[in-house]
């Protein structure tokens, strides 16, 4: 049994701990557990692999939920995929996430390619993805030695309806085996680049923050290989601990409770 250090800061996934899938309707407890954090004082941010919906409308869908959250509560795969590009000047992409975020590329200063040209191939959750619009990535993996940028690499996301769909990481893995000269990179979970990112926005150290997720094989064991305490809820794509049996033991979860509502937090310093 692992030694945990007082926990002094959160940090929480969204779809599956605080919502059930991406109809975003909050689970039972969430938004009181949410409050009382919040009116703590207690540092948390939300960190997400979100590729569907732009950042500000993500937090907005949330409050609507009655979650008392702002933008700078959000560390997203798609604001830090945004900054992965600027950095390195690939402003012509390939966007094959959801075609409703097409916009919010072109808002960011990025063009999207009409004529199968570009940098770098974006990928992200997106349910009608067609095998032929995956062929569009040929060209440019192939031949342009552009870059493959996975917002992250789920295998699979539960949809508006709540069924289990194909996620970035199937699509990753397709264009990953193609071997193209440019780099294949993620930002989002389980990428240590959020982590850090989260990390540094509470202000807390590592061996102090407790990390929240329904999703222990993408989400908490780099959480735990970074030193963070790690919470296993069963709230969302997995309703029971079997999915352990993927994992090396040390790679368990510090934690493992039915819902947010059941994690103790840390008491009001007055
Ligand atoms: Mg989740």
């Not at 900054?83 to 000047?89: M, P, Q, S, V, Y």
């Not at 990112?197 to 102090?208: M, Y």
């Amino acid at each position: 049994m692992k030694k945990h250090a007082p926990c002094k800061g959160f940090l929480i996934d969204i779809e599956g701990v605080l919502v059930r899938d991406k109809r975003y309707q909050p689970i039972e407890g969430a938004v009181a557990w949410i409050q009382a954090l919040q009116e703590a004082g207690t540092p948390f941010c939300l960190v997400s692999n979100n590729t569907t919906h732009r950042p500000a409308e993500l937090v907005a869908d949330l409050a609507g939920a009655g979650f008392p959250v702002t933008e700078d509560h959000l560390v997203s795969a798609l604001d830090l995929g945004r900054r992965w590009l600027l950095e390195r000047g690939r402003r012509r992409i390939l966007w094959l996430g959801t075609p409703d975020l097409m916009g919010y590329w072109q808002d960011m200063g990025f063009e999207t390619t009409v004529d199968g040209t570009c940098e770098a191939v974006v990928l992200g959750a997106n349910a009608d993805l067609t095998v032929a619009e995956l062929d569009a990535a040929l060209g440019p993996v192939l031949e342009q030695g552009a870059d493959v940028v996975c917002l992250h690499r789920n295998p699979f996301f539960l949809d508006k309806k709540g069924r289990r769909r194909l996620g970035p990481g199937a699509w990753a893995a397709a264009l990953e085996g193609l071997g193209g000269a440019g780099a294949v990179i993620t930002v989002g979970k389980p990428s240590e680049k959020i982590y850090t990112e989260a990390i540094k926005r509470i202000g807390v150290a590592p061996a102090e923050a407790l990390f929240i997720s329904d999703d222990p094989v993408n989400d908490l064991v780099t959480a735990g290989k970074l030193g963070l305490t790690t919470a296993f809820v069963l709230s969302g794509k997995y309703p029971d601990h079997e999915i352990l049996g993927q994992l090396a033991e040390d790679d368990w979860p510090d934690i493992i409770c039915k819902g947010l509502g059941d994690i103790e937090r840390p008491l009001l310093e007055s």
